[in-house]
């Protein structure tokens, strides 16, 4: 099978992605793994798959495959991605685009610039529904670890994210604590592990060690959920800039009952064909 791909990032976040509406994509994890290895194949963090949606309601279904074969439900930087993809393709003439995701519907607009906000939907809290294992839902939760014991908030951007606050993000041992954090089994379905930094109330750097992943230079997501999680703990304010290895994200949150926006750039590296 020979597919068309286009090679994209959103600030080093980086993505293979495939039309899957005018050629027949049947991807297996084994395949996936493949496309996403960085010495044996195209290498990328997500396999993106755009699809014909199931609703007529909605313009497109996009599927999402971490790295390690796993298909999830959510992917921040993906989206914005996604939207410039169907636009520079000619897959649509939208500016305002309806997307249907395993984790839910999302609207995304491209600007003139070409920067893309994404409405991420409304944050999930309940600890039943991120899924994470708690007596009751609470702003923070220890989290035990081998080595130590871990502060964390937990919610769901679509897909699971704990967030840690650290002191220096430089200093934080993230590649030690963000396995252990990922992999925790108080996580059914494996976590995100989020560290943050608050350096004012509208500004926090950000390190993401994403599950199916590692650490990556950006999660969409994952800024979504740090500034949530920032929001409820009284530290910051409804518009915050999240800076993360690869770049900026800005992001907005009203507060309960309201969606997080979402608003950075979404670049194009290369175009290619490969024999899977
Ligand atoms: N890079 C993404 C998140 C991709 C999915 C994540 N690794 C998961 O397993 O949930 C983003 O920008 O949000």
Redesign the pocket.
């Known amino acids: 099978m020979r597919l068309r791909f286009t090679k994209m990032h959103?600030l080093g976040?980086d993505f293979v992605v495939i039309d899957g509406i005018s050629q027949k994509v049947r991807l297996t994890p084994d395949k996936v793994r493949k496309l996403s290895d960085r010495h044996f194949g195209i290498g990328c963090?997500?396999v993106l798959v755009v699809e014909v949606p199931d609703s007529p309601e909605v313009d497109f279904r996009y599927r999402?495959f971490?790295a390690d074969g796993?298909e999830?439900?959510?992917?921040?930087?993906?989206a914005r991605c996604f939207a410039r993809f169907v636009r520079d393709r000619r897959l649509t003439g939208k500016t305002d685009i309806r997307v249907q995701t395993a984790g839910g519907l999302m609207t995304l607009t491209v600007h003139e610039d070409d920067d893309v906000s994404v409405n991420m939907g409304v944050p999930v809290l309940a600890p039943e529904h991120i899924p994470f294992t708690a007596p009751a839902q609470a702003e923070t939760y220890p989290l035990e670890l081998e080595s130590r014991q871990l502060e964390i908030s937990a919610v769901s951007m679509g897909?699971?994210h704990a967030v840690t606050l650290v002191e220096d993000i430089d200093s934080a041992p993230v590649e030690v604590l963000g396995p252990m954090v990922e992999a925790h089994p108080r996580f059914p379905a494996?976590v995100?592990a989020g560290f943050m930094q608050i350096v004012s109330p509208t500004e926090v750097r950000l390190r993401v060690f994403?599950?199916?992943?590692g650490e990556?230079l950006?999660?969409?997501?994952?800024a979504c959920a740090a500034v949530v999680t920032g929001r409820i703990r009284g530290l910051l304010d409804e518009r915050v800039s999240v800076h993360l290895p690869g770049g900026k994200l800005e992001i907005r949150w009203a507060g309960d009952g309201e969606p997080v926006i979402m608003k950075g750039p979404a670049t194009n590296v290369f175009h290619g064909q490969v024999k899977l």
């Open positions: 959103g976040n963090d997500q999402i971490n796993s999830v439900e959510n992917c921040g930087n993906g897909n699971p494996r995100n994403e599950r199916g992943v990556t950006a999660c969409g997501t994952g």
